[in-house]
């Protein structure tokens, strides 16, 4: 997928060049969204993941709703890029992490989620999806999550929605972590 500026390949600038280093450090390339965003946002860009990987340590949810919450948001929005980098992140956490991830669009009657997970999912696909929510969707999801854990819930899907409309907006795609990760791996291993 070409995006819609150019990636900016050769940063000008302490800053940007010190993040181009870091990405290539932390995932092997530096991804498209970091070329084409960050390179001319970079104090927008690292301010407001800053502030999101911060939130996100302090949340009460269990990491593994966390990273599904997420991963449901941007598939119903279609950012690949989001997905991606989901799934990047999953991988890393456990290869079980990311075989749910994977699982994500049979959550409804698949044994790998449990009913709080689908009340989550739910509530997250029902606000992505309608920009509203019914009363019998935050109900059951109040019969699993304390009122800040819904708090949680809320933030993570407007949160990923605006990262997912970000790459969505400049054409931003999949890079292929993911892959590129287990390559690394094995690229590692004698």
Not at 22 to 28: S, V
Not at 174 to 186: A, K, N, T, Y
């Given at each position: 997928m070409a995006t819609y500026l150019p990636?900016?390949?050769?940063?000008?600038?302490?800053?940007?060049?010190?993040?181009?280093?870091?990405?290539?450090?932390?995932?092997?390339?530096?991804?498209?969204?970091?070329?084409?965003?960050?390179?001319?946002?970079?104090?927008?860009?690292?301010s407001f993941y800053a502030k999101t990987y911060r939130l996100d340590k302090k949340l009460k949810l269990p990491t593994e709703t966390t990273y599904l919450v997420?991963?449901?948001v941007a598939?119903?929005?279609t950012c690949t890029a989001c997905m991606d980098i989901g799934r990047y992140y999953g991988l890393k956490k456990s290869p079980e992490t990311l075989v749910r991830l994977d699982a994500l669009s049979d959550y409804r009657a698949s044994p790998l989620f449990t009913d709080a997970e689908r009340a989550a999912l739910d509530y997250a696909r029902e606000l992505t999806t309608n920009k509203s929510v019914e009363r019998e969707t935050f109900a059951r999801l109040s019969g699993y999550f304390s009122e800040r854990e819904i708090c949680d819930i809320v933030y993570l899907v407007a949160s990923e929605h605006m990262a997912n409309m970000t790459n969505i907006g400049l054409g931003v795609g999949?890079?292929?972590?993911?892959?590129?990760?287990?390559?690394?791996?094995?690229q590692k291993v004698p």
């Open positions: 990636p900016v390949e050769k940063p000008k600038g302490m800053l940007k060049k010190l993040t181009y280093r870091l990405m290539r450090r932390m995932f092997g390339i530096v991804p498209t969204g970091t070329m084409v965003f960050t390179a001319r946002m970079p104090t927008a860009f690292m997420r991963h449901e598939s119903i929005n999949s890079d292929g972590l993911c892959e590129i990760s287990q390559q690394r791996r094995l």
